[in-house]
């Protein structure tokens, strides 16, 4: 007997129908002696539904006090989602309570829409398991300090699963999604694309850093340091497959490089369409001024993502930065406004119609011309790069939006990811 964590998608839970068939499959797992935690997200669409009602009445929720209240509207989805679930198994025949973050409780910092998981109790989960219920927690919320309900940011269920798991030790975390796994790259942009059977923690990292949704990347965090065993798989196979071709099945990320298997160069390749690209012009090149610039960027809580400074001609330079496509307009009124003059630059100007495509691998590391090799392919396109960034196992391009499907399907067969490896 096991303590196993399920986390189901939006998809997984999107109509009463799929609830039914997750219910089966949760009920095979506590036939075969398991003891059972999931976590379900709110049914697919629900909570961009929630979330384009509060548009509707405030566009631009900025201040704390309307953030407090976007997450209390959004962590509703997910309220729903496990109460239907348990009823669902309930009907079934299979004892099942549901709890809200804020019941077991799921202590969060008080970072609305974005809150971190600060601690988790698991004396109410662990009673009622022990009185052989199966445990029903709502994904992507929790509670503040001050007792206000927060969510994680979006795809925040994937997180609350796992940081489920490593407070309850559990022996894995289930990822149930509508894929079978992880791909070398999206299966939607590239049908060519392949599961792999494992993937490094490091690899898994980089991918969901760099825009790969399927985990969000705060899960694959607290999978790492808490080596979490955490799998990826389908929750579109029959529920009643046996159970152990289900929990050989998708992806299992690893810890361990393992030697004995033929690492691949670059494992997969993620892109990222949710940044903006702002570009300050003429900007007098003296010590401090990317501070001058950034400072009050970082001061008003926006993450700056690519950055490049170009070498100087007559004392000035241009500097370049992305940052998330939410902050884009805030950004740029606010350098405007505030810094453009102070810092004596000629003009600013931006671009929210780029993306961000990145090849990932740990085999990088000890490979030399895989940056090369990727600048040739996209060059072959007649594709245009407008910023590079590098670290060990990555690297990432900036280019126009509209070439990105072109450059991931270019990218993914000229690594040959679509050829079957031994990963
Ligand atoms: P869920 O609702 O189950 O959390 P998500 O939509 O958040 O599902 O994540 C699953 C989706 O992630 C897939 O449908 C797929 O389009 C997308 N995805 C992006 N990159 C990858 C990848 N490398 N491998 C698998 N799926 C990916
Ligand atoms: N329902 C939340 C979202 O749509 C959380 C999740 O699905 O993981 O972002
Ligand atoms: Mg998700």
Same mark, same amino acid.
């Given at each position: ?14 109509? @009463? ?5 997750? %219910? ?60 239907? +679930? ?32 600060? &601690? ?56 149930? @999604? ?15 694309? &392949? ?14 850093? +760099? ?18 065993? @955490?799998? !990826? ?32 160069? !670059? ?25 001058? +610039? ?34 884009? =307009? ?40 895989? %940056? ?17 960034? @590098? ?18 399907? =270019?990218?993914?067969? %000229?690594?040959?990811?679509?050829? =079957?490896?031994?990963?």
């Amino acid at each position: 007997m096991a303590l196993i964590v399920h986390k189901y998608g939006g998809t997984s839970m999107g109509s @009463t129908e799929r609830i039914r068939s997750v %219910a089966q499959r949760v009920a095979k797992w506590v036939r075969n002696g398991h003891q059972m935690v999931v976590v379900p997200s709110a049914m697919s669409g629900e909570t961009n539904r929630l979330l384009g009602l509060a548009k509707e009445l405030m566009p631009e929720a900025t201040t704390r006090e309307a953030m407090r209240e976007l997450d209390a509207i959004a962590a509703t989805g997910e309220q729903v989602s496990v109460g239907l +679930l348990a009823l669902a198994l309930q009907a079934q025949g299979v004892p099942a309570v549901s709890y809200g973050g804020w019941q077991v409780p799921i202590e969060t910092d008080s970072a609305f829409t974005k809150a971190r998981i600060a &601690r988790i109790d698991d004396k109410r989960v662990r009673a009622d398991l022990d009185s052989g219920r199966v445990v029903i927690i709502t994904g992507f919320q929790g509670i503040d300090p001050e007792g206000h309900v927060t969510t994680l940011g979006r795809g925040g269920s994937d997180t609350s699963a796992v940081a489920v798991a490593a407070a309850l030790k559990a022996a894995e975390c289930l990822i149930y @999604t509508d894929v079978d796994g992880v791909y070398t790259t999206d299966p939607r942009i590239v049908p060519e694309a &392949r599961r792999l059977k494992t993937i490094s923690f490091e690899e898994m990292l980089e991918m969901a850093s +760099l825009g790969s949704k399927v985990l969000q990347i705060r899960s694959v965090e607290f999978a790492g340091k808490y080596r979490v065993p @955490t799998r !990826v798989l389908s929750s579109f196979t029959p529920p009643d497959i046996p159970i152990d071709e289900e929990a050989a099945s998708g992806t299992l990320i690893t810890f361990e490089e393992d030697e004995k298997m033929e690492q691949a160069v !670059v494992a997969g390749i993620a892109f990222n369409r949710d940044e903006a690209k702002i570009s300050v012009i003429g900007v007098p090149d003296r010590p401090g001024i990317a501070y001058a +610039l950034l400072g009050p960027v970082a001061e008003a809580n926006v993450d700056v993502d690519v950055i490049i400074q170009n070498v100087s001609h007559d004392g000035r330079t241009d500097f370049s930065f992305t940052v998330h496509r939410n902050d884009y =307009a805030r950004t740029m009124e606010l350098l405007k406004t505030k810094v453009l003059a102070a810092v004596g630059a000629a003009d600013i100007v931006g671009d929210a119609k780029i993306c961000k495509v990145s090849i990932v691998g740990i085999g990088m590391k000890s490979h030399a011309g895989i %940056a090369a090799k990727m600048f040739q392919t996209l060059s072959a396109e007649g594709i245009n790069i407008q910023m590079i960034t @590098t670290s060990e196992i990555k690297t990432s391009v900036v280019i126009d939006e509209k070439y990105m499907e072109l450059a991931v399907r =270019a990218l993914h067969k %000229a690594f040959g990811l679509e050829e =079957a490896k031994a990963a």
